[in-house]
């Protein structure tokens, strides 16, 4: 990834925004020389024996120029937060944008908890080297009327006072490598120690169960020790080591300043006001070198943070754009109400463990009931996720209606068709929140919902009905009432096609056979993935997974006859509609 390019991108967003910082910048640096040929004419004049009372009109430019500065100064700062919020805002943006549009299924390498500490610290890290580069643009342009004035006082002084300064701004690129190395140790360790954090909260429970709080306190004591030693590397050695060698530049050439002009004190050819307009002006050339070195510094540090920010976006690490472009195109989805659905040689294997489905074929008409079963591991949840595009196919055809599906994850979308997750996930906000998520659904619907999916015998349980707040992860409900609730919230967009996944294994047997029942008198055409006996009894084809392959498909008598995994999934069914029978 170019960081050149990204810098370039952010800027282009809004350059008017950072035109007018440049300029102010600019102006802001400009200003501080005129005191230093104030100082230079005042001490010549003194020394020349001139009335103080003739310098009196540059002490009132030398207070007018410190009012400009502090002006734009102040304007500046405005500016440069501006342009640093704006350009992290476009980062953020650009990030959670290619997480989205990405295949559902296909994580981030890195943690939650961490994705959030590089959307804030690292997006940040991006941003700061290019207002910084405006600030030393202006500084660079003082330092070249700086240098100009201080060489037509004395060229040869003027050239070796820069050497140091040259020196100095070498040694940035020599150190370059331990820069950008020390910085991503740094921000490993944090983004360490925010994702534990994150997953702790998690499990608080099970953490109390375990009675594992010493050894989590532990662990985090040790993250946190790793944290602390990394980033002391890093700061003693751009903050410290290298901040200082840059610091004492000017103190350097000062004293080489003093040494050159002794010769021309004596043969006049050197003032004190020459020498006080060198004193004055060092710093400021000097303070060129000290940003332009800082700058660059943060700069390989960016490059670090780009690559950080890739790994979100970017489910095996390659490098990615980081910035929002224009929306996908996408190809046109076969449109009308369902008829069939059917999947041809489907295959997908999951990159890091080679298990997944392949060659699986199903046919799935208006009204159907398919169940997909099979043991653990069997690929029963991968399949579904590959026809619904949340993981992305490497073989075979999706035709809805006979027409094929060249892109499944813009197509299988309500009012086309609505999923319901193995383990549904809720947001911390109400239960009618939950099942509408932001869709302008009417009080009836959301309520044919709640009873279609068998949750309406629960609401008045709740303290404040469906405006409970159900709290993070939905830990205010029971299993069930969380399936249930995300059941309605599949429910009350009136799709097509209802794609469910293990939806009543948090189910008991009455239940799920009431939630089954209400289905199919809506008319609802089902792809169901269960091993439960309420499923399969009302299923219109059964599709038999095992090792990622179909082991048997048909009607259920068929394959209760033919398959010997599937009739003892059928008589631990039995077994459980027994003790649920007795409760």
Not at 338 to 366: F, I, K, N, Q
Request: proline share 5%.
């Amino acid at each position: 990834m170019s960081r050149a390019r990204v810098f370039w991108q952010i800027v282009a967003d809004a350059p008017g925004r950072y035109a007018l910082d440049a300029l102010l910048q600019l102006f802001r640096a400009v200003i501080p020389l005129i005191p230093g040929l104030v100082v230079q004419a005042v001490f010549d004049r003194l020394d020349q024996g001139t009335p103080l009372s003739g310098v009196l009109w540059l002490l009132a430019l030398l207070v007018g120029a410190a009012l400009a500065r502090v002006t734009a100064l102040l304007s500046c700062v405005v500016v440069d937060a501006t342009c640093g919020v704006a350009g992290q805002s476009l980062l953020i943006r650009g990030v959670v944008r290619r997480v989205l549009t990405r295949p559902g299924a296909l994580g981030s390498r890195a943690p939650v908890g961490d994705v959030v500490n590089r959307l804030t610290t690292d997006t940040t890290a991006v941003t700061d080297p290019i207002v910084y580069s405006l600030m030393v643009f202006g500084v660079g342009a003082q330092a070249l009327i700086a240098i100009g004035v201080m060489a037509s006082i004395s060229w040869r002084i003027t050239l070796v006072v820069l050497v140091p300064m040259v020196a100095a701004g070498l040694l940035i690129n020599l150190t370059s490598k331990r820069i950008k190395t020390y910085h991503r140790r740094s921000r490993q360790a944090h983004g360490d120690v925010t994702a534990f954090l994150r997953e702790a909260f998690d499990s608080v429970q099970p953490i109390k169960l375990a009675n594992a709080h010493d050894r989590v306190m532990t662990r985090f004591h040790e993250l946190n020790e790793s944290r602390r030693r990394s980033t002391m590397r890093s700061r003693l050695f751009t903050n410290v080591l290298l901040a200082s060698i840059w610091s004492n530049t000017a103190s350097l050439a000062t004293g080489v300043v003093l040494l050159l002009a002794a010769a021309g004190f004596r043969d006049g050819t050197f003032t004190v006001g020459d020498f006080a307009l060198f004193v004055a002006y060092l710093g400021w050339a000097t303070d060129f070198t000290v940003l332009l070195s800082q700058n660059l510094t943060q700069y390989k540090q960016a490059g670090e943070s780009l690559r950080r920010l890739a790994e979100v976006t970017s489910a095996d690490g390659a490098p990615d754009s980081v910035l929002p472009g224009p929306e996908p195109v996408r190809p046109p989805s076969p449109a009308g109400p369902l008829r069939t659905l059917e999947v041809r040689g489907l295959t997908y294997r999951h990159p890091t463990s080679g298990r997944g489905v392949a060659d699986v074929d199903l046919t799935l008409e208006r009204g159907g009931f398919v169940v997909v079963t099979g043991p653990v591991g069997a690929g029963k949840t991968t399949l579904l996720r590959a026809v619904l595009g949340l993981l992305p196919k490497q073989d075979g055809t999706i035709r809805w209606n006979g027409e094929e599906v060249v892109d499944p994850a813009a197509h299988f979308v309500p009012p086309r068709s609505a999923y319901t997750a193995q383990v549904p996930r809720l947001w911390s906000v109400s239960v009618r929140d939950n099942i509408v998520l932001g869709e302008r659904v009417g009080p009836v619907e959301v309520a044919a919902a709640v009873r279609a999916a068998v949750f309406d015998r629960d609401v008045p349980t709740l303290a404040d009905g469906l405006d409970t707040v159900v709290g993070p992860k939905g830990m205010k409900l029971s299993g069930g009432q969380l399936h249930r609730v995300a059941a309605a919230r599949m429910l009350v967009r009136g799709a097509e096609l209802l794609v469910v996944d293990d939806l009543s294994s948090a189910l008991d047997g009455r239940t799920e056979r009431l939630l089954w029942e209400q289905l199919a008198e809506q008319g609802a055409t089902c792809l169901v993935v269960s091993n439960r006996r309420a499923a399969l009894e009302r299923a219109s084809h059964v599709l038999v997974l095992a090792d990622g392959v179909v082991e048997a498909a048909g009607e259920l008598r068929d394959v209760l006859r033919d398959n010997a995994m599937v009739r003892g999934l059928w008589q631990g069914n039995e077994e459980r509609d027994d003790l649920d029978a007795r409760r």
